[in-house]
């Protein structure tokens, strides 16, 4: 298994990343709140996951060693594979799903594309005893932003629409995180409002 990489970073796109380590690029799949942190140039390590099928190997990489926990325990899930627990914690960070799980909080895990009704009950019943009791509060997740105009938010958009959202249900969320808010955009910053836009979706589902 390869639990980490480290190494110079040589592009950054919406779903992953390259890493170059020891003169090979490592495409790594990460969540859009981890890449935002990544800059190409720079050195970064990430915590990875190796996903290994029939037909490819795929590479997962997260910010620390909890989310990758969190990323390998949600898929004992059954019907959840990869892809919907990176899309898991796009929506929440670990402790946001740990409080989710606790709380039977149906509407919070059907706000990640993808779970319904069903296949939330059904992460509730199964992961209630393997991950792990909530041990601090979940601050809220938006950040400041400027207007429409800002590059970064057509950023935001791709994100949610990568996701499984349609792009006019992506822009409208967008545009309702941003509305009121001020200042530039910041590369850190993204990932809080996607989280925040993806609230806003999932509220709309009822």
């Not at 895990?109 to 059904?122: D, F, H, N, Y």
């Not at 530039?184 to 993806?198: N, S």
Request: no cysteine; proline share 4%.
């Amino acid at each position: 298994m390869i639990a980490s990489v480290q190494g110079t970073v040589l592009a950054v796109r919406l779903d992953a990343a390259v890493v170059d380590v020891g003169g090979v690029g490592m495409l790594v799949h990460a969540t859009p709140g981890t890449l935002a942190h990544l800059r190409v140039g720079q050195r970064a390590t990430l915590h990875t996951s190796l996903v290994v099928r029939e037909d490819s190997l795929t590479l997962f990489g997260f910010t620390d060693d909890d989310e990758r926990e969190v990323f390998e325990t949600v898929q004992t899930v059954s019907g959840v594979g990869p892809r919907l627990a990176l899309a898991m914690l796009a929506v929440h960070a670990p402790e946001e799903l740990r409080r989710a799980v606790a709380d039977e909080d149906l509407k919070a895990l059907e706000r990640v594309p993808g779970i319904g009704r069903k296949g939330a009950q059904r992460i509730v019943l199964e992961l209630r005893d393997r991950l792990g009791a909530p041990v601090r509060a979940v601050a809220g997740g938006s950040g400041t932003v400027s207007g429409p105009g800002d590059d970064r938010r057509q950023q935001v958009v791709d994100a949610l629409v990568g996701l499984g959202w349609n792009a006019k249900a992506a822009d409208d969320a967008v545009t309702t995180v941003l509305a009121g808010t001020e200042g530039p955009v910041g590369p850190d910053e993204v990932a809080g409002v996607l989280r925040a836009a993806l609230r806003t979706l999932g509220g709309g589902r009822g």
